[in-house]
């Protein structure tokens, strides 16, 4: 009789864990369907167990399904408030999702129930991190290391707190090469500085040697940013054109980013910008909409928009159109050193009879380009573009950048 009972014992635990383990095979397949009938299948027996339906919380977290998992959280605290590991599941997603103020407030009850956690400790490191408070968040890693030295986890997320690099230079030169004149050439400097998490500006210097005339341009620009709203930048340029580059220009800019969970598109950017250069004898509005989609393995893919209404003296306005898609993709992972590179194809056609731009013309630009993150404070980029218009005319661009944080 005794060892009818051990054996069936022993059997309950092996059934139990025999059905997780299934959930995490299948869930590491990204097999989603079959994960959750073996949970559903759990749950037909015991409809209110807090730790099944917990399994069912993390397949929908796992599978994309962020508000599902964020409702479904919210029930099993009710069903069971003083487990620690339904607040940091809870506190997982809200990070996901992009609420950190939330995922604070339920780490915070979590640590009130078992304050021994380093596990516990790293979360809220990471969500204080994300709240920008980089101070709190060092000290609940380091809290994490002197309950568990080799964390790793803790000890990465005090490495993503070194030193903050608020401001960047930028400095960078281009070459154009056409079939029809001499080249052009030009230079400039860039200094952006970060000076709150809501507040960036940045001022700029170039230079120009276009057609053997030489110019010269100062632009500056300041952004705003709001958590879960996005970003909005406004700024102006004033030149010596002479004739080639524009006398005054001004623009506003607005970002918006919005990040998913399933796992094709991870989050996409959203951008809306418009652009008024005024030329010594030419007015031009350029009106820009871009979306960056985040994809798996970090590819990105973007489609620019781009619509430019053109206003010569004595004559009346005129609408051109023309698009940017663009690939980007990872060549050598890691932290640093870390290699990018990107493939882009632009077609459209332009009605700026400028220098390098002789009357109304049709194009077709293929090009790409690569960045190399050297060290955490410097990156190099380069960038190469072949452009075919219309009437046999080319253009070839090769363009270099460096960049210092500090």
């Known amino acids: 009789m005794a060892v009818c009972v051990i054996s069936s014992l022993a059997f309950g635990q092996l059934s139990v864990e025999d059905w997780r383990t299934r959930v995490r095979q299948a869930s590491s397949q990204r097999d989603w369907d079959n994960a959750m009938r073996i949970v559903d299948a759990e749950l037909v027996a015991a409809p209110n167990d807090p730790e099944i339906l917990s399994w069912r919380a993390k397949v929908l977290f796992w599978s994309g399904h962020w508000k599902e998992a964020e409702g ?12 620690p590991d339904y607040y940091l599941g809870f506190a997982a997603v809200y990070l996901a999702e992009g609420c950190a103020n939330q995922a604070q407030k339920t780490l915070s009850t979590a640590l009130v129930l078992d304050p021994a956690r380093a596990d516990l400790h790293v979360a809220m490191g990471r969500a204080l991190r994300d709240m920008h408070h980089p101070k709190e968040a060092r000290a609940e890693f380091q809290k994490a290391l002197a309950l568990e030295p080799s964390n790793k986890e803790a000890q990465l997320g005090l490495a993503s707190l070194q030193v903050e690099r608020r401001h960047e230079i930028r400095f960078s030169t281009n070459t154009d090469w056409f079939s029809f004149t001499s080249p052009n050439y030009d230079q400039g400097v860039v200094l952006t500085s970060q000076w709150t998490p809501y507040l960036r500006t940045m001022e700029a210097a170039s230079s ?3 057609a053997g005339t030489n110019a010269d341009k100062a632009t500056i620009s300041v952004t705003g940013m709001a958590p879960r709203l996005g970003a909005l930048g406004v700024g102006a340029a004033w030149a010596h054109d002479n004739g080639v580059v524009p006398r005054a220009e001004t623009f506003f800019d607005i970002d918006h980013g919005l990040r998913f969970g399933n796992s094709i598109v991870r989050a996409v950017e959203l951008d809306y910008g418009q652009h008024w ?30 619509a430019a209404r053109s206003t010569f003296s ?50 077709e630009t293929p090009g790409a380009g690569l960045r190399w993150h050297l060290t955490r404070s410097q990156e190099l980029t380069a960038v190469v573009s072949y452009q075919m218009r219309t009437q046999g005319h080319t253009e070839t661009s090769s363009g270099f950048t460096y960049a210092f944080r500090f």
């Open 277 to 306: 250069y005024w030329y010594s004898s030419a007015r031009i509005l350029a009106i820009n909409q871009m979306a960056l989609f985040y994809l798996p393995h970090d590819l990105t893919w973007g489609i620019d928009l781009i």
């Open 208 to 210: 120009y040697q276009w």
């Open 72 to 83: 479904l959280y919210g029930e099993i605290i009710q069903l069971a408030p003083n487990d």
């Open 314 to 363: 004595g004559s009346g306005p005129d609408w051109r159109p023309s698009e940017v898609a663009r690939l980007g993709f990872p060549i050598v992972g890691g932290e640093v050193p870390h290699l990018e590179g990107n493939f882009f194809f632009a077609v459209g056609t332009e009605d700026f009879a400028l220098v390098n731009q002789i009357g109304h013309f049709s194009s």
